[in-house]
C-alpha cells in the first residue's frame, strides 16, 4: 500500500474531475463534477439526520436500485436542505441538465450538496456553469473538485493509494469536505472516493461500510450531525481487477480503503471549525466495543474536554468526568489515564501528573489521549480537536 | 403564592447559615454552611455520573438511611472528586469536625464540595474555617452562604417564596451555583431548599422529584454532567402546618417548589460560562414527552444552534437538523418554527422569515423559540443559553 503524493480522486483510471466557480457563493469555487469513462458499481453511506436534503434522498435512492454509476455533480453554498418539494423539483432539474450534457442518463449522475439550509437552490446559476464545467473534465482536475466542495474548510483534502493484489495493482482515490457539524453517522461531511477495481455492488456497499465505521464514524469536531452528509465509493473496473468477498485481495484493499478513509477522516477533524489540535483518543478495555465508543464519544464531544485541551490544561479530571458521564459501566478506581505515554492517572485515584511533562505534550499540534478503563477487552480509537473561540466566531455569523 | 424581595434559605423559620473566606480559593468566600434549629426530614437529587466524588456519595447514603438532618457544610474551590480513600477520610473528617462543633450528630451534618477535581481537600484549613463559621451562623446569613458555594458563577442565586395554605402560610427558601457542566440530571450545580413546612420523608423526595424533574433537569448550559451536583431539600416542620399527599395544599406548595427551582433553574442558564442570552425553547405536539424532552435537548445542547443564537443569526435551519438529530419520530414538512409569536418556518417548507422583524427579537436578552413538531400530543419547555467566545476563554485555563 502507497499513498501517493498530491494524490486525487483522478489519479483513479478513467475518473475525471473538475470544479469551477459558478457563483452560488460570492468569489470562491462552488461546482465540483466528477466523472467515470466507464460506468461504476456504487455505494454510500449517508446521514442518519430525520431532516434530509433532496439531494441525499435523491443520491441515496439510486444507490438503493442498484443502478451503475457515471457521475457526481456537488456544489457547495447551499445545502438545499428544508427547500420542499421545489428543493426536488430543483434538484432534479439540475441532474438531467448535467446528464444530458454528459451524454449519460439521468439515473447514472448523483447529487450532493453542502452550504446554508433553507435557501432556493440557484438553478440557472447551476446550469451555466454545468455549461463551463463539463468542458473542464480532466484527469488531473481532482484538487480543483476538492477545492469547489468546501464550504468553512481552509484546506483541500484529497488523497490516493495504490495497493498490490495478487494479480496486480489498483488505485484508490478520494476528496472530502468536512469542518463543523462533524460527528460519528456523517455530519457535515461529504466524501467521493473511486477505484478502478471490479467490485460487484453488495460487495462494495460492505467493504465502504466496514471501512467508514472506523474512520469516517469515529471523528467528532462539535457533535452536530448535517441534512446534506454522504460517502459515496464508486469503482468503475478499468483496472480489470476483480475482488471478491473472503479473498486475500479482499482484506488487502479493505485496508487501504480504511487507510484513505481514516486519512480523510483526520483531515478533517485537523480543519475543524476553529480547531488548533488533532488529538486521538484510545480508549482501552471497556467492557464492550459499544461502551468504548460510547466513552470515546463522550470525551471527544464534552465541550469542557476541548476546552481544556485548547488552554493546553492537563485538566485529566474533565477526562474522567466525561467517561462517568458516557452511560458505560466502569469503576473509577480502577481507571489509569496516559497523555502519549506519560501516565496521568492511575488506578486507586494516584495522580502521578508531571505537570512539566504533560505541557511538553499539550503544546503540540497532535498527540494520544489514553483512557484505560480495565472494564473488559474492548478498544476503540477516535480523533477530535481543540474547542477554541474562532469556532464561535465562525459560527455564530455563518449566514452572514 | 409570594416571591420575596431579598429572599433567601434564611428567610425559613429555623434556618441558619454563613458563609466566609476560608483560605481554599485565593481570595472569595469558599465556606458556607446551613444549620436548622430543628431537625429536618431531607429530600435529594443527585448526579448520575459514574464519578462521584466522597461528599456526594456521603450525603446521598446520608438521605438514603432516613437520617433527619440538621446542617449542611459545602466548601467552593475544591471538588474532594476522584481523590480515592484518602477523600472519603478527608470528607468523614471534616463532618465530624463541623457535628462536634454544632453539637449534633456527625449523621445529621451533610456534605457539599464543588471545585477541582482531584486535588486533595484542605482539610485543616476547612477545620479552622469551621471554627470561625459556627458562631457567624444568622437568620440573615443566607446571602453569604450564597456567596460562598459559586465557582465561576458571576451572580448570587438566592430566592424565597410564600405559599399560603388551608391552616396558614410556609416558606421555602434557596440558594443555588452553577455555570458551566449544566446538564439534566443535575450537572455541575448545587441547590439547597428549605421549608419550615412539616413533610414526611417519602412525600417530600416525591415533591422535589416532581419539582426538579420539570426545572433543573430541563436546564442546559453546555451538556456536561459534573462529578458533584445536588439538589436538597430539608423540611424542618417549624411552621407547624403539615403536608400530606393527595391534598390541596399538597398541590399548592408542590406548585411553590416548582416556581422557585425554575427561578433558580433559570438563573443559572443566566449565568451561565460566558451566557450572554436566556432562550426558552417550547417543543410542541412531540409523539410522547420523552421525544418532546429529545427534541429540546437537541436543540439546547447544539453547539451550532447555540452559535447562532450568540450571533442573533436567524438561522431556523440549525434548530430544525437539531431536532431531525435527536432521534425523535416526526415529519420535517409539518413542523412549524416560531421566534416568540412570529413565524419563521411554517409547513410544507414554507420559510416566512422576516429578517428585519426577527433581528428585533433575536437582540433581546430573552426570548422564546418554539418547534411544533405536529407529531402528537406531548410539550415540554426548556431553557438554554447562547454559547459564546467567553465560554472557551473561561474554561480553557479553569485549573489555573
Redesign the interface.
Known sequence: MQFLKEGSITSVKGIKAAGIFSGIKKAKKDLALIYSEAPCTAAGTFT?????AAPTVISQNSIKTGQTIRAILINSGN?N?????P?FSDAYDTRNYCAAKLGISSEETLLSSTG???VKLPVEKIKKGIDKIVPLLSASGGLKAAEAILTTDLKIKSYAVTVKLSTGKVTIGGICKGS??IMPNMATMLGFIATDAKIEKPVLQQLLSAAVNISFNRITV??????NDMVILLANGLSEINITENTKDYSLFLEALTSICKEMAKAIVVDGEGATKLIQLDVKHAKSLSEANLVAKGIA????VK??F??E??????I??????SG???N??KVSIYFDELPV?MP????VLDEVKAKEILIKDSYTVTIDLQAGDSSTTWWTCD???N???I??????
Not at 442518519?48 to 434530509?52: A, E, S, T
Not at 490544561?313 to 474533565?318: E, L, S, T, V
Not at 486507586?348 to 495522580?351: G, K, L
Not at 459560527?395 to 452572514?400: D, E, F, G, I, P
Open positions: 442518519l439526520n430525520k431532516v434530509k445545502a436542505a428544508c427547500t420542499g418539494d428543493g446554508v439550509i433553507g463543523g457539524m462539535d457533535g452536530d450531525t448535517s441534512t464531544n464534552s465541550p469542557l476546552t481544556a485548547y488552554g490544561d492537563a485538566n485529566w479530571g474533565r474522567l468526568s466525561a467517561a462517568g458521564n458505560a459501566e466502569f473509577p478506581a492517572f486507586d485515584y494516584e495522580i474547542l477554541s473561540q469556532y464561535i466566531k459560527n455564530a455569523m455563518y449566514r452572514s
